[in-house]
């Protein structure tokens, strides 16, 4: 199992900046990418950004340019540093661990962020 914990959503008027943080824990091996999905009110959950172990990237076009995923492999924790933040970027972020062989999906809890116009 792997334990996924979420911190640093909030309400940020457009333009702002957050940055997000997913630490995690448990039997964090065989991970192939670490990254963020987001899900708005009444739409479908999307991927955000993406990183795999050997260090490539990959973001949503909605947010290329303002949002940046890093990792800190001694920390085993992902962040997402959101910059230029719009109204059409709230939802609630659910950080990601893809695993093993069998490619499972450990999801965290969640953080909502909110960015008001």
């Known amino acids: 199992q792997v334990q996924l914990v979420e911190s640093g959503g909030g309400l940020v008027q457009a333009g702002g900046s957050l940055r997000l943080s997913c630490a995690a824990s448990g039997s964090i091996f065989s991970i192939n990418a670490m990254g963020w999905y987001r899900q708005a009110p009444g739409k479908q959950r999307d991927m955000v950004a993406t990183t795999t172990t050997g260090g490539s990237t990959n973001y949503a076009d909605s947010v290329k340019g303002r949002f940046t995923i890093s990792r800190d492999n001694a920390k085993n924790t992902v962040y997402l540093q959101m910059n230029s933040l719009k109204p059409e970027d709230t939802a609630v972020y659910y950080c990601?661990?893809?695993?093993?062989?069998?490619?499972?999906?450990?999801w965290g809890q969640g953080t909502q962020v909110t960015v008001s116009s």
């Open positions: 990601y661990v893809d695993k093993g062989s069998l490619r499972r999906y450990y």
